[in-house]
């Protein structure tokens, strides 16, 4: 037996790590059980799921490939890392993808048993870069995955190929060790996931559990990495996607609201979950409407609102295209809705699986005639389950429709969430008319709402419908003068929206050089980004907007409170031409449209840019 | 003055269910009739209170129709009427939830919608009002024009065949279908009833005559010295017996139907087809539609087929019942709270 020696154990205080390999490989899998686990510790995470739209890709190729990034800390993060200190390759194509995005000088840990001279073909390897000086700047584990995994799994009854399938597990045990995390988390999970399969509960945990052995018996790795949890504020947390806290937020509303939630959809990537989850609460009464197409959805939403239900409807870009016009119909009836749009890379079919911002215009203004909604953002993968809940409030109070953009980052990136009890969540109230005293269906209340009567109650019997209708009284209206007042109304309507919303918060200096303003996604990136500039010495501060349509009160003096104005944005510029019309003011521009989120440096050397190496003088 | 606890239904008249709004089709549109019916046999029709019945339209002629009637309405968009009272259906199984649409409507723009309804059973009543003609755009051909149409947008004649709306609906697996006529207000009468009554999707089509830009389109049915000699009136469990004398028949030669005289001795009403709505099978329903592909035979009205499976609303309301037996009513502290959690101390 050989003499194992004890490895030497080095604090970080955070890492940023990517697991990568075939679509087939599971590898998103093992990046969620890492990311559980991590949370579970107690560190602050932040992921990036980046996979193709191929369900199975070809094994082996580069369009294959499935990637799979997490940054974790000990300190408070924000972003899922702009470039990987560790890469776990599954194969050469896996390597050859990823191999841009490591640090220099980063931790390479390829599974050798697939750098064969097919799989290298398939990635358009010359060369074994294995065995040439290619990879010379990094540091290089070579482990062979598939036998080991083969070896521990020996004389199990499974065939070779599902054998294979249980190298991912292998990887995960090893990486457990690495970087000194439990097993408990998975394994319990492996228990549970394979319940009628006790042969491959049996095989998933003897490959963790040799993964992590090898670690501790090999003497290629010579250090463990620790890293200690993080501070975060008091409270029970639990890691969390932007679609599952998306769903809970409409979940929350409709109990706080005391309406039974109708959401009317259909499945498109990447806002498909969030049907898949509502489906499951069918004992809080949540109706669940799997629809022939988009506009069947929202148009199912519309109708449940009609009747008197929290109705929502979710989508991606393509989706939100085709629901534009019974989004108009909702304006025009003035019923409420909440669209979510969880945006992908477009136009048209474009990447469905990738992440981008440039459904904005379409949201605010993507209508035919003058139909103002309100547009929200949510921020942050946690964020989306207050967003829901305050997108449900203003559609319910304004009887409106509202937009709720979300992306594809922040729908399958997760983060750790503290957990808010029931009673910590405001109360949204609700008031269906029931006095036929003095009813009209197109009266309004103080905030330009018209009253909600909802079919069944008595004397209340009215017709509402797309054509438009006479102030007051709701009747089918042609009249020049009552259409322009309409038109205005509806349009104020949205805008009192203001009066109701918190003012857009400084994160920094209150005034200054340079303000950086976001929306959405981008929100943990610039966070970052500000924050290495402040660190640099660079007057820098941070706004990010919640509301878009309409904006806070406080928006143009917050901007004229700088001499520059950045935004950075996964479009070409689409908030900075709303800011620009609405307020007349410059702003300078970063756009990069990759499928991806931004990167802090992008940002940073931007801010860096902007104020030429210093403050601007 | 309103009692929001009144559950009894009283005793409606027609003129209950008219609103206070000018009726603006055309003088003589078929529309007229259609509307008249319904509202004169809604106090029989509706077995509840009025507050609880719901009109929904998309866009067309047609579609005009919930402004007249005083129950609570939605004139929708183009196409979107089935699903629009899908969404008010399953939100709340109680209503009575109406259609009205026309050809254009329910079978080119919203044809999607329509097949989707009937395939998931909604419990909705479809009455499609078929001219066979774009009326509120001024006379452009339809999905139920005939091929060889000559409109303002097939001057040299339609090159497209017509869909069967029956066909189609049985075709969709709809639980209720059946036809009328504008110009028979007793049988449309009889079949807004039977329509009314069914549980599950029911689709009446009612054969509408746009005297603006179709005028005529059903007139053999309609006029005088042809309609006996050209319509079957269905009658369960009754010989397809037609003709102004009563003096023909339609008999199953195999699946092929065919007229016989069962006035000369041969043929007697024994040897004819028994119309029978709740046949398992569609198929002989099926041949009913299709009965006037072939132009020496009538067209069928009436209750085409009749049958009954879960309703899908009533589907969605069960599997909620089922569910919060099985895991017990909803405890958000408990959803939010479950899965992986850890506390930070
Ligand atoms: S155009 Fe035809 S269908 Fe429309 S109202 Fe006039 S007659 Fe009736």
Known sequence: MTHVKEKDFQQLSDVTVRFAGDSGDGMQLTGTQFSDTTAWIGNDLNTLPDYPAEIRAPAGTLYGVSGFQLHFSSTDIHTPGDTADVLVAMNPAALKKNLPDIKNDGTIIVNSDAFDVKNLKLANYDNNPLDDDSLSGYHVFEVPITSLTANALEGLPLSPKEVSRCKNFFALGLMYWLYDRPLQNTEEWIKSKFKKKPEYVEANSKALQAGHKFGEMTEIFTTRYKVEPAKLPKGIYKNISGNEATALGFLAASVKSGLPLFLGSYPITPASEILQFISNYKNFGAKTFQAEDEIAGITSAIGASFAGHLAITTTSGPGLALKTEAIGLAVMTELPIVVINVQRGGPSTGLPTKTEQADLLQAVYGRNGEAPVCVLAARTPRDCFNMAIEASRIALKYMTPVILLTDGYLANGSEPWRIPHVDEITEIKVDFRKDPEGFYPYSRDENLARPWAIPGTPNLEHRIGGLEKSNIYGNVSYDPDNHDKMVKLRTQKVKNIRNDIPDLKIDGEQSGELLVLGWGGTYGTIKEAVAKANNAGLNVSQAHLHYINPLPKNTEAVLNNYKKVLIPEINLGQLARLIRGEFLIRVEQLNIVRGLPLKVNDILEKITELLGGGNGK | ?345
């Open chain 2, 1 to 345: 003055m309103a009692n929001n606890t009144e559950t009894t239904t009283p005793k409606y008249k027609a003129k209950d269910f008219s609103s206070d709004q000018d009726v603006r089709w055309c003088p003589g549109c078929g529309d007229y009739s259609i509307l008249a019916q319904v509202q004169r046999t809604f106090p029989e029709v509706i077995e509840t209170r009025k507050e609880n019945v719901v009109w929904i339209s998309g866009i067309g002629c047609s579609s005009r129709f919930p402004y007249y009637m005083d129950t609570y309405g939605f004139h929708g968009i183009h196409g979107r009427a089935p699903i629009l009272a899908s969404g008010v259906k399953i939100a709340n199984p109680d209503l009575s939830v109406w259609v009205a649409t026309g050809d254009g409507d329910l079978l080119s723009i919203g044809g999607n919608h329509f097949i989707h309804a009937c395939r998931k059973n909604v419990d909705i009543k479809v009455v499609l009002f078929n001219n066979r003609i774009y009326g509120l755009t001024k006379g452009q051909y339809s999905p139920t024009s005939e091929k060889g149409k000559v409109t303002k947008t097939t001057p040299f004649g339609s090159v497209d065949y017509p869909f069967n709306p029956i066909s189609l609906s049985l075709g969709s697996d709809a639980t209720f279908v059946a036809r009328s006529i504008d110009r028979n207000p007793k049988h449309m009468q009889e079949m807004i009833k039977r329509t009314g009554a069914h549980k599950g999707l029911a689709f009446l089509e009612i054969f509408q005559n746009c005297n603006i830009f179709n005028d005529g389109a059903f007139s053999v049915l309609t006029e005088k010295d042809t309609k006996d000699d050209h319509t079957l009136f269905l009658e369960n469990d009754k010989p397809m017996v037609f003709g102004k004398n009563q003096d023909k028949g339609i008999k199953l030669d195999g699946l092929k139907p065919i007229v016989v005289d069962i006035s000369n001795g041969k043929y007697s009403k024994d040897d004819l087809w028994v119309h029978n709505e709740f046949s398992v099978s569609p198929t002989h329903a099926i041949i009913l539609a299709h009965l006037d592909d072939n132009k020496d035979l009538p067209t069928p009205v009436g209750v085409f087929r009749q049958y009954f499976k879960e309703t899908y609303d009533g589907g969605i309301a069960n599997q909620i019942k089922y569910v919060k037996e099985k895991k017990g009513e909803g405890d958000l502290e408990k959803v939010l709270f479950g899965g992986n959690t850890w506390e930070v101390d």
